[in-house]
């Protein structure tokens, strides 16, 4: 069978349960424009790095909503296994790329809406005012740097257990936005701190959008670190999910 | 012999632990048949089913799977599996995963004749997978494993938290399935369900096979039985013993029940009746019994076979 088919018959299935319940879609699009609306409410055109505060926010709560939405992929696997769907699916001709790639898409399709929620509401409000080329190339630099984040999504689907997966993937997406810089922006951290969260892929993913509205690009150092990252815990989630197969 | 085998399996071992689940066991199903494999909860059922369906590695000993090793990929679309733990997504519905997994298929049913088959049609097929009664998502088990018309099914425990209805449409399943010339291999601790369904069962105690046959060949030739009655106490049993044929036995239990056991035919229920009769013996609650698979498992291991 045509493996594109069989990719794609999976992610409409992974869709439709997604499209069924919307509670987490309206969270993870609620708590960044909130957020942004707080975090830049007084000081919007104020200078942060080399660009003012409103941009700024508005990629990293982008990239904060993106990246629960990734995330949150693993909350769903945590699930699939415990109801042994997991095994159900290893007697199908479905393969472990197949399924993965399934799981990236859904992921990606749930952060869509948050990124842009967050760009119009900083648009609407008057608190970033860019070109369409320049918000289009943000959002897709912001997306490139969620490649390794989905990854540990579908990693963490396998290391938490469904009754317990809600609060570690919350308490993780909390820890990576915090280390990322998302919350506080990396310029107010210590210099040996800073240092840390360069060394991880969250910060790139906001650096990435900030850069393009800066005029530049996030360059090589920032592309490696996302590159590595991405191949690793892919490498992983791909192992994990053929030996839960094996064991489940 | 000669015949075809669908699964051989030779001296399997398989340890969790310091727990030896499967000890050295060993049992081949025809093809075309319906072979059970019955025993008590932990007697190592479950676990050599997962080993035949690639889920396991055997730690010795092995097994062959339509003539290929159980794990090798291109199994997948000729065997169907029926699994315990459900195997299903809570959130997703009935209809959606029947179709995914027919989707895999060359030539699936079609699936919503299969889901009127097993009773999901209307509210069932489109309601989320965790609202449904527990003999729904086994009777949707049961239909994600045959959808894909394979020729070989593995159904573990497929009846078991069944109530009498959903117990005989899978019942009936099986018997199609059969008729269509399907290979079943089906574990069950339910003796009658072993009896009723299969051409052959194997039984298994403590991870070893302590018989194999088929149904009426572990009864004795089906002659075997017993013949109960009730009467007032202290019957001279050797008395009617010298009535019966050489090898008949009989015992009274407390209650004034009796027990006359041997080759229970119309001649020997006769014998029996008219001695009763001669000396006087009102016997009430007569009752002929053949010997079930269950006392064949506590002849054979000395235990009782339903916890």
């Not at chain 1, 997604?18 to 000081?43: H, K, Q």
């Not at chain 2, 991870?207 to 202290?234: Q, S, T």
């Amino acid at each position: 069978m045509n493996p594109v088919m069989v990719t794609a018959r999976y992610t409409r299935f992974e869709m439709a349960r997604i499209g069924r319940n919307p509670r987490f879609l309206i969270f993870s699009m609620f708590l960044p424009v909130i957020m942004f609306a707080a975090f830049t409410s007084a000081d919007a055109t104020d200078a942060l790095g080399d660009i003012t505060v409103g941009p700024y926010i508005m990629v990293s709560m982008a990239s904060f909503g993106a990246m629960m939405s990734v995330v949150s992929t693993g909350g769903r696997i945590a699930l699939e296994r415990a109801g042994g769907w997991s095994r159900q699916l290893r007697l199908t001709a479905l393969t472990s790329g197949q399924y993965i790639t399934s799981k990236i898409i859904g992921g990606f399709t749930l952060a869509l809406p948050a990124l842009v929620a967050v760009f119009v509401e900083a648009y609407a409000l008057d608190r970033a005012r860019l070109s369409i080329g320049t918000y289009l190339e943000a959002g897709l630099w912001v997306l490139i740097g969620m490649l390794p984040l989905a990854a540990l999504g579908i990693l963490l689907g396998y290391l938490v257990r469904a009754d317990n997966a809600g609060q570690l993937i919350g308490g993780m997406t909390s820890l990576l936005a915090l280390a990322g810089g998302v919350w506080v922006p990396v310029e107010q951290f210590p210099h040996w701190l800073a240092d840390v969260v360069k060394a991880l892929p969250m910060y790139w993913s906001g650096q990435a959008g900030r850069e393009v509205i800066a005029g530049s690009w996030v360059g090589w150092h920032g592309v490696l670190v996302l590159a590595v990252w991405t191949l690793v815990l892919g490498r992983l989630a791909a192992r994990s999910y053929a030996r839960d197969q094996l064991r489940a | 012999m000669g015949e075809i085998l669908a699964v051989e399996v030779v001296d399997l071992v398989k340890t969790y632990g310091r727990a030896r689940a499967v000890d050295g066991l060993s049992f081949e199903v025809p093809a075309g048949k319906v072979t059970a494999l019955l025993g008590p909860n932990g007697a190592g059922k479950t676990t050599t089913v997962e080993i035949c369906e690639g889920f396991r590695r055997a730690d010795a000993g092995t097994a062959r799977v339509l003539g290929a090793d159980p794990r090798d990929p291109r199994l997948r679309p000729r065997v169907g599996v029926m699994l315990q733990s459900g195997g299903m997504y809570p959130g997703a519905k009935a209809d959606e995963m029947l179709r995914l997994v027919a989707a895999h298929h060359a030539h699936p049913l079609d699936p919503d004749a299969l889901l009127a088959r097993v009773g999901l049609v209307g509210a069932p097929a489109r309601t989320p997978f965790r609202r449904l009664s527990g003999g729904q998502k086994q009777l949707l088990s049961l239909a994600m494993a045959v959808v894909g018309r394979p020729e070989l099914v593995f159904l573990d425990e497929p009846t078991a938290g069944l109530d009498v209805r959903a117990r005989h449409d899978t019942w009936d399943l099986v018997e199609q399935l059969r008729s269509a010339g399907v290979t079943v291999v089906l574990t069950t601790h339910a003796m009658d369900e072993a009896e009723k369904l299969a051409d052959q069962v194997v039984i298994i105690n403590r991870g070893r096979v302590v018989a194999a046959g088929a149904p009426i060949e572990l009864k004795g030739g089906g002659a075997d039985g017993e013949l109960r009655f009730r009467a007032p106490g202290r019957l001279d049993l050797g008395q009617l013993l010298t009535a019966l044929p050489v090898g008949s036995r009989a015992v009274e239990r407390a209650g004034g029940h009796y027990i006359v056991s041997g080759t229970v035919d119309a001649a020997f229920v006769a014998a029996v009746m008219a001695w009763c009769a001669n000396n006087g013996v009102p016997a009430t609650d007569v009752r002929v019994e053949q010997r079930s698979l269950e006392d064949v498992f506590v002849d054979l291991t000395g235990s009782e076979l339903t916890p």
